[in-house]
């Protein structure tokens, strides 16, 4: 009998989903506030708010399970839900990942090291906790905050009126970090079945463009040890959670050591590699998780590189034209600062893979790709 999967949200990550749960045999419904999200196109939608109790009973009443493909939908309505069909990463995993102090605090407890932290309500805590934490530091909103929105980077005394008035000026709670001059980001895409199984796929490194990513590649050139200890940290965290499905955990190393920036709880943009250069996607291993099906193998084929696609589209015959390029159009409309698409170079390994790289950074007219292969160490 074929299943049927519901995702709270319409985006690029459930449109994903819903192409990977084809092979498999599975229905996805979805639910977005918007009419025209871009899941729309390729699975069943119910345009209704995250809040609208009779839409989601309807929802309830037509799926198997149930998952949501970003981290903003209302804990409150997962729980609702949860009532009435199992729900994937369960409610609270969703709830503590939301604020970012619940998470820092999270990490710091199982033995994560974090930038320094400090929660900030009032004008008074952000004086408190920038003569503890030093600048320069970055002020965030605690809830909400994606792809660089809802923080301030604060340089000098004069940016804290500034940052303050900027988000919010105490109408939301915030938190200040300490500012970590890492010497690379790097994320573990994870994935844990219903039955407490850990896998992950190799460790990927990240580039970032006005605070949204831009470049992921993997593998990378790592100690054995490094490598571990991201393992061992996501499985703690999955542990603690009772995660189920896929999740990233984004990392700094910091003069050998790594720090835990935050989570993702869903399937991530630096795991859209995984599609082609691995031999379970991120996207199918997530459906099997939720659906209680055997994990997949999380090996790379290779090396591969995601390349972002922001604000609009490059031109697709000429991007057709670089060996190893794989195209995904997310089917929305141009606009500044959205990810519209992305194209995943995959070779045989790190080498080939760097001169692919250069290859797209001209023919993309994207130069801050080339610098960054360089950064590999070839």
Known sequence: MMRTVGILGGGQLARMLAMAAVPLGVRVLVLDTSGDACAGEVATLIEADYTDEAALAEFADLVDVVTFDFENVPASSAEWLAQRVPVFPNPGALATVQDRLSEKTLFSDLGLATPEF???????????????????????????GYDGKGQARLRQAADLDIGWQALGAGR??????????????LSVVAVRSREGELRTWP???????????????????????????????????????????VFALELFEHDGRLLGNEMAPRVHNSGHWTIEGAHSSQFENHLRAVLGLPLG????????????????????????????LHWHDYGKQPREGRKVGHATLCTQDLRSLHRRLGEAASAFAHPAWAPAATELGL
């Open 118 to 144: 400090a929660a900030v309500d009032t004008r008074e805590d952000l004086e408190a906790a920038v003569a503890r934490i030093g600048l320069p530091a970055v002020l965030k909103t605690r809830r909400l």
């Open 172 to 185: 939301v709670p915030l938190i200040l970090e300490a500012f970590v001059p890492f010497q690379r980001e």
């Open 297 to 324: 193998d999380t090996a790379g084929r290779g090396a591969s590189a995601m390349l972002n696609f922001i604000g609009q589209l490059p031109d697709l015959a000429t991007a057709l034209t670089i060996p190893g």
């Open 203 to 245: 460790l990927t490194r990240n580039w970032h463009e006005n605070g949204i990513l831009s470049l992921s590649v993997s593998p990378i050139p790592v100690d054995d040890d490094l490598a571990d200890q991201a393992t061992r940290f996501a499985r703690r965290v999955a542990e603690r959670l009772d995660y189920v499905g």
